[in-house]
């Protein structure tokens, strides 16, 4: 949020007193960029599954993806970019974004299950989030498991210097000369 409020500020800064259309067009897309953020993230989930059902209404599902999906990069902090219904700027899903916006999408399908070719292209597009979602998830419980269980192994290793420790301490002398 910071980053588009100071992106903001830069373009009213630099534009001044010489704001036109194009300029208040470009801080109203901003604008509502920042608050789409500051919303939350079911928010964006819901946009999105707005977006992808409007959009599905109209286009297959290969038109759609097409002209929704901006960008891809297969990152946790920006899985893909998605295009706002209203100011057509790009919206990054995080991951946690991603599969929130396939929960929403799974139960508007769950909602009207009459097989129509809207249905079947939301279906299409979770099947789409969830072959970017799906490795993601698996590394990352992976990479738990993983930590796990070299935190077992650390403790356990730290034990067993810890025994080998005392054991090597000769017992104190008790008695006299």
């Not at 038109?63 to 100011?87: C, K, P, W, Y």
């Not at 990054?92 to 974004?97: G, I, K, P, W």
């Given at each position: 949020?910071?980053?588009?409020?100071?992106?903001?500020?830069m373009?009213?800064?630099i534009e001044?007193?010489?704001?036109?259309?194009q300029?208040?067009a470009?801080?109203?897309?901003?604008?509502?960029q920042?608050?789409?953020k500051?919303l939350?993230?079911?928010?964006?989930a819901?946009?999105g599954?707005?977006?992808i059902?409007e959009?599905?209404?109209?286009?297959?599902?290969?038109?759609?993806?097409?002209?929704?999906?901006v960008?891809q990069?297969?990152?946790?902090?920006?899985?893909?970019?998605?295009?706002?219904?209203t100011?057509?700027?790009?919206?990054?899903?995080?991951?946690?974004d991603?599969?929130?916006?396939?929960?929403?999408?799974?139960?508007k399908?769950?909602?009207?299950?009459?097989?129509?070719?809207?249905?079947e292209?939301?279906?299409?597009?979770v099947?789409?989030?969830?072959?970017l979602?799906?490795?993601?998830v698996?590394?990352?419980?992976?990479?738990?498991?993983?930590?796990?269980?070299?935190f077992k192994?650390?403790t356990?290793e730290?034990?067993?210097?810890?025994?080998?420790e005392?054991?090597?301490?000769?017992?104190?002398?008790?008695g006299?000369?």
């Amino acid at each position: 949020m910071g980053r588009g409020l100071l992106l903001a500020g830069m373009v009213v800064l630099i534009e001044g007193c010489h704001s036109g259309p194009q300029s208040d067009a470009l801080l109203n897309a901003l604008t509502s960029q920042a608050q789409a953020k500051t919303l939350g993230p079911n928010h964006l989930a819901a946009e999105g599954a707005a977006a992808i059902v409007e959009t599905c209404g109209k286009q297959s599902f290969e038109n759609a993806r097409n002209g929704l999906i901006v960008s891809q990069t297969g990152l946790h902090e920006d899985i893909f970019g998605m295009r706002s219904r209203t100011s057509y700027v790009s919206i990054a899903f995080s991951l946690d974004d991603a599969l929130r916006l396939e929960d929403v999408l799974r139960k508007k399908l769950n909602e009207n299950p009459q097989p129509s070719a809207e249905q079947e292209c939301v279906q299409q597009f979770v099947g789409y989030l969830e072959a970017l979602t799906d490795p993601m998830v698996e590394q990352d419980k992976l990479a738990k498991d993983l930590d796990a269980a070299a935190f077992k192994d650390s403790t356990r290793e730290a034990q067993e210097e810890l025994k080998r420790e005392q054991q090597k301490v000769p017992p104190a002398p008790s008695g006299s000369k």
